[in-house]
């Protein structure tokens, strides 16, 4: 709900052109989250769900200490970046540089506390997020710059972030990032791979309409994305505890993984639905303009496209947290790398057709022919799984 309340704000302060150039920073972050999510918090939520506070301390340290790494690499490179390009883009890279390491460990905290069950020590981080962008916002606003806004929303998760700490008691510990990576180097590579194809194709996605149609189509369909707003809210909020509960089922009642995977993926597709429904058939124009301002006439034509593919997400995301729980990283990286690529594809060939449009009705298409993928992994994943003798036991 935060990024869905920033992306409205900005696109109303900042008209459709500036906007698309604060959108190619976000989908870029995008990346490097799911970076740090791959080679960070992944294997974190797999393989430290459920255990005893030592070792999830432990973990934690050592996860929270790779996402500040992580962070701190792209700095540089994302400084450097946007010196090169100079300009308003280039600022807005350089501002994205300044606040990547702290949003990286806000986000870490985030999965640590799911992790350990611990969802509401979560949700007062992100309120705190959220409390401090407030005022960092309206002094962007006074300034009406790309650069500014990034530093806005960014740089409020350094609160988050050192609130976090606070909340958890734990010190993140660098000297073990080396250690980190290597122990989880077969569940981490996978999964930075697989995340890194999601992220960067739908990075390379808006680059590319960028370069083809212009950056207020850019801007139009992170309009439309913004109207979804809500309904991705629910989608990320459930994303993070979905895998911590997939692995806790797998460990309790591994027969009934594949039901609580359907019923996750159903519910997701069916909200995804009902908001773009609502969407289509209950927002006057006088809203859409009120919401949006000027974005709105460029978004309005992208909400059916848009929606139907944040409905196949829904049902991707269920046969995901199945894989993931399953530690498939193979067969999840398999069908990520086909989906990402017909993504990319598809979708750059509905942009070199017919623009945001065409882009938009192209990544559609591919959503959905990759989730029929994703959900054939996973039941040949759970064909594959043969429980352990004590997990059997306890079921």
Known sequence: MTNFV????????????????????????????????GLATDPLVVRFSGVSTA????????????????????????????????????????????????????????????????GHKAFVNDVVWAVAMVPLLLLASAHGTVWGFVLAWGGASLLAAACGWLQSGIVPHFAGVTDWLRR????????????????????????????IAGLADVGAIRGAEL???????????????????????????????????LTLGGVQAGAAATWGAILLFGVPDALGRLVLDDVWAHAEPLILPVSLSVTGAGVVAGAAA????????????????????????????????????????GSTTAMWLGAGLWWLQLRAALREHTPEPELVRTS
């Open 55 to 118: 070792d999830w301390k432990t973990a934690t340290s050592r996860a929270a200490g790779t996402a500040i790494a992580v962070g701190a690499a792209f700095a540089a490179l994302s400084a450097l970046a946007g010196l090169a390009l100079g300009g308003t883009l280039g600022a807005a890279f350089v501002a994205l540089a300044v606040v990547a390491p702290g949003m990286l460990l806000q986000d870490s905290w985030r999965f640590a506390f799911f992790a350990n069950g611990q």
């Open 227 to 261: 109207l979804l707003g809500p309904f991705l809210a629910l989608l990320m909020g459930l994303n993070l505890v979905a895998v911590p509960e997939a692995a806790r089922v797998l460990r309790r009642a591994p027969e009934r993984l594949f039901r609580f995977c």
């Open 6 to 37: 920033v992306g409205v704000f900005v696109a109303r302060e900042l008209g459709v052109a500036a906007f698309g150039i604060f959108s190619l920073a976000w989908v870029t972050y995008g990346v490097l989250l799911n970076v740090s999510r």
């Open 184 to 211: 989880h180097k077969e569940l981490g590579s996978r999964y930075l791979v697989e995340n890194v194809s999601n992220s960067g194709a739908s990075q390379l996605r808006m680059y590319g309409l960028g370069a």
């Open 322 to 361: 199945g894989l993931r729980a399953l530690g498939a990283a193979p067969r999840s990286l398999r069908a990520q790398l086909v989906a990402s690529a017909g993504y990319l594809g598809f979708g750059l060939v509905g942009a070199w057709l017919g623009g945001a449009v065409g882009m938009s009705w």
